[in-house]
């Protein structure tokens, strides 16, 4: 089918991808003339595992473009996935702006009947919203059907999550359109589970508040481990295998960061008190996340009493391992709070480095070698589990740090390992080790 992606970020370049991977004629489209600039010429802008050698792939056989002309994305096309960014307003509400941008441009170009396919992340209602804002402005004598189509890729793994998902999520008030849309991911073999268009966009914020709520959980019972002397590792490891429970979204660690579960969980707690009925078990799992994040300097100050003038590593930029987003992550607010406390701070990053050089600035060092980082440091705070940083050994620690004091942020190293070594190391919801 002739399809047309409208927001070239992340959910819309993946989206774009995989579906000319699956046969169809895809156009991207997206007002930024750098991106599209580079993309042209076969470059991602992001990192994403696997990603580059589809984009070759599918561009090279002509089912891939990209373009800044609206007129030429909308005119033909038959379905058109909106995938815009829908940031976070002052109030913490989303902010529609580009929503209603790309609804009033695909309006003045549609020509032919279409099926409107909105991915970005929308508040209930913003469907419905979106067909009036297109029928109400649209010259063409031609049929709009919106169709709610949230998606759940991971960042790192949306490649994989694409082709391998757990389901997909139609909500729609016409079952011809659904199932056109119902056929396009058909050759994926995954659950389609068909929902009225509210239900759609909720399923959406509700599986992300649900996700970052475990999180929070998890993060709490880990404190209170800490405390009683229990291992986090250990306790889910029990509750984990249970079933009704299960084990993922389960590792303990200095908070939930990213451009989707901070903005999604605040959008559906300010939607709610707008409603009049204050969600508060998802305005607690916020804040104890927000405490998390500024775990990693409570519990350096613990072990020294003053961090100004020390030389500080921060292992790990991105929000996750698997990319190069910084995006809330643990380690803006530590590398925040160490210049705060006049810390001398090399980061080590293996992707990252650039995205949060632009954010912070030079007033840093940073390096692709945790060597480097680590060389002559009094702390290590380890902000994301890399496999780089799991990898290196914790004996190494002593022999380039001049006094080895870890705060592991994210439990990458086993407790019986850690204690053959004469570190002091500190992690989450484990005993210490000194
Ligand atoms: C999340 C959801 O997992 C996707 O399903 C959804 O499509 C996406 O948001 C979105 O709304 O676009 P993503 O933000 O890429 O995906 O990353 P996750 O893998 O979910 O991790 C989010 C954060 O939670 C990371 O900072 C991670 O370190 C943290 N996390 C995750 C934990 O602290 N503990 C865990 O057990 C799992």
Not at 3 to 17: E, R
Not at 34 to 61: D, Q, T, V, W, Y
Not at 127 to 153: C, G, H, Y
Not at 384 to 413: H, V
């Amino acid at each position: 089918m002739r399809i047309t992606i409208a927001g070239i970020g992340y959910v819309g370049l993946v989206t774009g991808v995989c579906l000319a991977e699956l046969g169809h004629e895809i156009t991207c489209v997206d007002l930024q003339e750098s991106k599209i600039a580079m993309l042209n010429a076969g470059r991602s802008p992001i990192f994403e595992p696997g990603l580059e050698s589809l984009l070759a792939k599918n561009m090279s056989c002509g089912r891939l473009q990209f373009t800044t002309n609206p007129e030429m994305a909308y005119k033909q096309a038959e379905i058109i996935f909106i995938t815009v960014g829908t940031p976070a307003s002052d109030d913490g509400t989303a902010d529609l702006r580009h929503v209603t941008a790309v609804a009033d441009t695909i309006a003045m170009y549609i020509k032919n009947d279409v099926i409107i396919c909105i991915k970005s992340t929308v508040p209930v209602g913003t469907n419905e919203k979106v067909k009036q804002t297109i029928d109400r402005q649209k010259n063409a004598d031609s049929n709009t059907t919106v169709i709610s189509n949230p998606e759940f890729l991971r960042e790192g793994s949306a490649i994989f999550d694409f082709f391998h998902g757990d389901r997909i999520v139609i909500g729609s008030d016409n079952p011809e359109a659904a199932a056109v849309i119902e056929n396009l991911y058909a050759p994926l073999h995954i659950p389609v589970i068909k929902t009225n268009i509210r239900s759609a966009e909720m399923i959406k914020y509700a599986s992300n508040a649900f996700l970052a709520t475990k999180i929070s959980f998890i993060n709490e019972i880990a404190v209170i481990c800490e405390k009683l002397n229990a291992n986090i590792d250990e306790v889910v490891m029990g509750i984990g295998s249970d079933k009704r429970i299960g084990d993922q979204f389960l590792r303990a660690g200095i908070g939930y960061g990213g451009s989707c579960f901070p903005k999604d969980t605040n959008a559906l707690a300010q939607l709610a008190g707008n409603m009049q009925h204050p969600f508060e078990l998802l305005e607690a799992v916020i804040k104890v996340n927000n405490r998390q994040q500024s775990l990693p300097i409570k519990k350096a100050k613990e072990v020294i009493t003053s961090l100004a003038g020390k030389k500080v590593s921060v292992l790990g930029l991105a929000f996750k391992p698997g990319t190069d987003d910084i995006r809330e992550s643990a380690s803006l607010k530590i590398m925040k709070e160490l210049q705060q406390e006049k810390a001398i701070v090399t980061a080590y990053d293996p992707v990252a480095v650039p995205n949060m050089k632009k954010e912070l600035g030079n007033d840093f060092s940073y390096t692709d070698d945790i060597r480097e980082a680590l060389w002559n440091s009094e702390l290590a705070i380890i902000a994301t589990e890399w496999e780089q940083i799991k990898q290196f050994p914790i004996s190494l620690y002593a022999e380039y740090m001049k006094e080895p004091i870890i705060i592991d942020g994210r439990n990458c190293y086993s407790i019986d390992e850690v204690k053959k070594h004469s570190i002091h190391y500190v992690s989450i919801g484990r005993p210490s080790h000194s």
